[in-house]
């Protein structure tokens, strides 16, 4: 058994075909079969039977995912603090959610190796409603995500303060306002932000406390979208203030809420990595860009 016969396996579970994983891995589909079954007679157990949603794992396979992934882990980060004991500070594999790259934008973000050369920067940009938590757990080294959110194993720090606000379209009756209360909204066809499978909207739940179920006619992943929604359908956005600023949009109005609802962006690193130096120097970079933009 080695490495690389593991992640052959991961790819086959992940996709849950041969094919797909050798068409990712740039293998043949032979090649990867080959592997599977070296494996399967190594280990005397099978990993896979044929399902309905193609290839699942058996209950050995499951159990060998589970290890493979924490195998693959383990060597990453002993190749970084090899890397480190040898006095080279390595590479950051970096996970931005799209609502975070929109207050620190990629290209300040891939300045950072201007000043450290030596320092490899890898950037993955993700939807907000991806399960980040699991991408620091799994691949990256740190992260900068919108929360509030409960993330495990990890070191959190803030780096910007948010709040929600509401958007209208300049024609809107409630443009000539400021400030509104969420009761003001019971009535009104709302769009608001897509969230991960499972996690609750904070302006909804804002919302069920103040005893009504708001209209929700659509959930967005872009600012853009929600703007034309509210300039050609009359909608009312939930968005985010410091995404409103970074996506100006003169046909639109923003409107602050007398019910404070947080929403902040926030540095997220795993603890116990092997990063520290790597970690410490891009965490004072990031605190840094008000001064830098």
Do not use: W
């Not at 609750?200 to 872009?222: A, I, R, W």
Request: net charge negative.
């Amino acid at each position: 058994m080695n490495i690389e016969a593991l992640e052959y396996f991961i790819k086959v579970y992940e996709k849950k075909s041969v094919s797909a994983a050798a068409k990712d891995l740039y293998i043949t589909p032979q090649g990867i079969s080959k592997t599977i079954k070296q494996l399967e007679m190594e280990l005397e157990a099978e990993l896979f039977y044929r399902g309905p949603r193609g290839m699942e794992a058996t209950e050995a396979g499951e159990l060998l995912h589970a290890r493979a992934k924490h195998i693959r882990y383990l060597m990453e980060d002993i190749k970084k603090e090899i890397s480190i004991i040898s006095g080279k500070r390595g590479g950051l594999h970096i996970v931005v959610s799209f609502s975070a790259a929109s207050e620190v934008p990629v290209d300040y973000l891939y300045g950072f190796t201007r000043l450290y050369p030596d320092i490899q920067v890898k950037l993955k940009e993700s939807p907000d409603e991806c399960p980040i938590g699991e991408l620091l757990q799994d691949e990256a080294d740190i992260g900068l995500v919108l929360g509030p959110d409960e993330f495990e194993n990890c070191d959190v720090e803030l780096i910007t303060a948010g709040e929600v606000v509401a958007v209208v379209s300049k024609d809107h009756p409630l443009a000539g306002r400021d400030v509104i209360s969420i009761a003001e909204l019971e009535h009104e066809a709302l769009v608001v932000k897509s969230t991960g499978k499972g996690k609750d909207h904070g302006f909804v739940e804002k919302c069920l406390e103040q005893g009504f179920t708001p209209n929700v006619m659509h959930q967005y992943g872009s600012v853009q979208t929600a703007h034309r929604l509210c300039e050609l359908s009359g909608f009312v956005a939930i968005s985010v203030d410091f995404m409103e600023e970074a996506c100006r949009n003169e046909k639109v109005k923003i409107i602050r809420l007398e019910e404070k609802i947080p929403q902040n962006i926030y540095l997220v690193a795993r603890k116990n990595g092997f990063q520290a130096t790597a970690v410490s120097l891009f965490r004072n970079y990031v605190k840094d860009k008000n001064r830098s933009l």
